[in-house]
């Protein structure tokens, strides 16, 4: 049978003669991201120059890639400067889940424009076939910072010029050119507070801007990834309870527990709580600094908590001088 005389073959042909599809827009485009729940919305083209040391591995995973689109959504700040950590929790797990709904909304609306895109995770799951190398599809801050969105800090996260840094952050695929591209913006809504460096408990936000990576791996991620790891290592290395408990209390237990079976399960963030950054957010921190200090951010510098450090360094001691309330422990 000729092919073209196949039933099939035939309605494709039809179908493909009565889709003259438009080509897509940024505007077009960014009001589909929008209705389907995003606070804001950018696009950048693969081949955008600060983007290149990310582009092999986005090819490798979609290699008809053309264009990236960076979309935020805004959290509830009440909730992320929550003294509770459940609360604080409750408000990433609920994010992870939004941004997920997004994403697939947007991949089903895009089809219908003839459009394929692929949705890169928000945070997880990343490829653990590459653990220690780099696991992940997209660094969505340097994706965010081409496409519009705002600048990162000195904590490190992206600042969004009205919502500040409460941002949970995303990128789709998409195998299509678009008309325009946004740029970056033009200045950085950091106001250099120092509110992060002072709060960061682990002191990986150093004053001269540097990020200590594994400090805040090891005890934000504490009950995640990483700690996951240590926590087995804790279990497999122990005789029986008394010695596994001498290793790891009961809290501390089930705190992997909680981070295993609900997600979040986060030790800090308290770099992201109390960053005044960003239009709407700026307010109460420009009005009375003392009532913001005191509402804001001495609840978390004061907390009792556990602090995990590595070993072998002079962290332990740092931490016990500037958090006399925390309880340094080993990593
Ligand atoms: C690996 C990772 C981590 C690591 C490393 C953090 C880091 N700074 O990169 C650890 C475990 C420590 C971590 C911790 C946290 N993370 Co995290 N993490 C990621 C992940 C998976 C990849 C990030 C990455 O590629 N980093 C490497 C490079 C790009 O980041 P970088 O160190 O900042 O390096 C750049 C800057 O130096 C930059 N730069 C550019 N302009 C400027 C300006 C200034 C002033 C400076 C100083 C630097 C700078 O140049 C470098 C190269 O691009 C992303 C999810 C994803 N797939 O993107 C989430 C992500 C970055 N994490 C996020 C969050 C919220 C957190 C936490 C608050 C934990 C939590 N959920 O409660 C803490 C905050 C720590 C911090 N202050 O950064 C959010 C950030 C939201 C935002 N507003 O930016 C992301 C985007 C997840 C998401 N989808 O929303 N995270
Ligand atoms: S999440 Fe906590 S430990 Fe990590 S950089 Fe932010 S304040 Fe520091
Ligand atoms: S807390 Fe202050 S210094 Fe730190 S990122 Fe936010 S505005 Fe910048």
């Not at 693969?46 to 290149?52: A, K, M």
């Not at 003392?290 to 002079?314: A, C, F, M, S, T």
Request: with cysteine; glycine share 6%; proline share 5%.
């Amino acid at each position: 049978m000729n092919l073209d005389n196949h039933p099939s073959v035939a309605a494709f042909r039809q179908r493909q003669r009565n889709n003259r599809l438009e080509a897509m827009t940024l505007p077009r485009l960014k009001a589909i991201v929008l209705e389907a729940g995003a606070d804001d919305v950018g696009a950048v083209e693969i081949d955008r120059p600060s983007l290149q040391d990310q582009k092999k591995a986005i090819l490798h995973a979609f290699p008809r890639a053309k264009s990236l689109v960076s979309f935020i959504c805004r959290m509830n700040e009440a909730q992320i400067r929550s003294n509770d950590r459940s609360l604080v929790d409750g408000e990433f797990i609920a994010y992870d889940a939004e941004m997920l709904h997004i994403s697939r909304t947007v991949v089903k609306a895009l089809r219908n424009e003839g459009i394929t895109a692929v949705t890169p995770s928000e945070s997880f799951p990343q490829d653990m076939s590459k653990w220690q190398g780099r696991m992940l599809t997209v660094s969505h801050k340097p994706v965010a910072e081409a496409a519009g969105l705002g600048l990162i800090g000195h904590h490190r996260l992206l600042i969004h010029p009205i919502f500040g840094s409460h941002l949970c952050l995303g990128t789709i695929i998409i195998d299509t050119t678009l008309d325009i591209y946004d740029q970056p913006i033009d200045y950085n809504p950091c106001i250099g507070c120092n509110l992060c460096v002072s709060t960061c408990p682990t002191g990986a936000i150093a004053p001269d801007g540097s990020f200590a990576f594994a400090r805040c791996l090891v005890h934000a991620y504490r009950d995640r990834l990483g700690g996951f790891l240590n926590w087995v290592e804790s279990l497999v290395t122990s005789q029986d309870m008394v010695e596994y408990r001498k290793k790891r209390t009961d809290g501390e237990t089930m705190a992997v527990w909680q981070s295993l079976t609900y997600g979040g399960g986060y030790r800090c963030g308290y770099c992201m709580s109390v960053c005044p950054a960003g239009l709407d957010l700026l307010g109460p921190y420009l009005d009375n600094r003392k009532e913001y200090l005191q509402r804001v951010v001495k609840p978390l510098q004061e907390r009792n908590e556990n602090i995990y450090v590595l070993p072998g360094q002079d962290q332990a001691a740092e931490v016990s001088k500037k958090f006399p309330n925390k309880t340094v422990r080993p990593a």
